[in-house]
């Protein structure tokens, strides 16, 4: 069974750049998450979805990031415009109706 | 707020020496716990994980984890490391399941063979 999948695996933009990502979760997992991994720390939770609704978005700075998972499968998350401190790995998670959390390789995004 | 303490950052140890990483949460209420492993270049894998029962919870590749309510810890352990433990492991809890797991800083462990 395939994990779950995310692209691009690394992204090098200037400042101010748009960015997105994409992840695919595990074939039926309703529930899918986004979390930020800075250097050196743990990661957080920037937002969760439990199929097509967003039910927690509560640290996801809505002011240059946005997210959407249409059809409750694929998810994107955006940044625009991207900042300096948005380099940091950009992780996605899928798991099935409140189960065991299972990881992508994440997206390692460095801002110039 | 919950928050998640692991006390080592950076832990070096040769083959075959025994294995203790010390993690303390707070939350004061019912808790799910998890140890996450990432080795060089791959993804987080989930090492075990405790929701309820036995506080001592066997996982994978020999590593163990005993919850102890009284002092919030959910310390992982292995009584002989190889040198393919060489990862960074994380503790993360959350309060329901399917929440947010809120992970500790992560502690590198490096194994010399």
């Known amino acids: 069974e395939a994990g779950v999948v995310q692209s691009p695996r690394y992204k090098i933009i200037e400042k101010k750049q748009p960015v997105a990502f994409w992840c695919n979760p595990i074939s039926g997992h309703n529930t899918l998450y986004w979390y930020l991994q800075n250097l050196g720390q743990g990661p957080e939770l920037l937002i969760r979805y439990e199929n097509e609704e967003a039910v927690d978005d509560s640290q996801l700075p809505k002011d240059r990031f946005s997210a959407e998972r249409l059809k409750g499968v694929d998810s994107t998350l955006k940044i625009q415009p991207a900042e300096l401190g948005d380099s940091a790995v950009y992780l996605c998670?899928?798991?099935?109706?409140?189960?065991?959390?299972?990881f992508g390789p994440g997206t390692r995004l460095t801002v110039l | 707020a919950q928050s998640v303490s692991q006390h080592n950052h950076h832990v070096i140890l040769s083959e075959a020496a025994s294995l203790e990483l010390g993690c303390n949460y707070s939350?004061?209420?019912?808790?799910?716990l998890f140890w996450y492993v990432q080795y060089p270049g791959q993804h987080l894998q989930l090492l075990l994980k405790?929701?309820?029962?036995?506080?001592l919870v066997k996982g994978i590749k020999g590593f163990e984890a005993e919850f102890i309510k009284s002092k919030f810890s959910f310390n992982l352990r292995k009584p002989s490391v190889q040198w393919s433990d060489t990862a960074e492991y994380f503790c993360?809890?959350?309060?329901?399941?399917?929440?947010?797991?809120?992970f500790g800083q992560g502690t590198e462990l490096s194994v010399k063979p």
């Open positions: 998670a899928s798991s099935l109706s409140g189960g065991t959390q299972y």
């Open positions: 939350y004061g209420g019912t808790v799910n």
């Open positions: 405790y929701f309820s029962g036995d506080p």
């Open positions: 993360a809890v959350n309060v329901r399941q399917g929440g947010k797991l809120i």
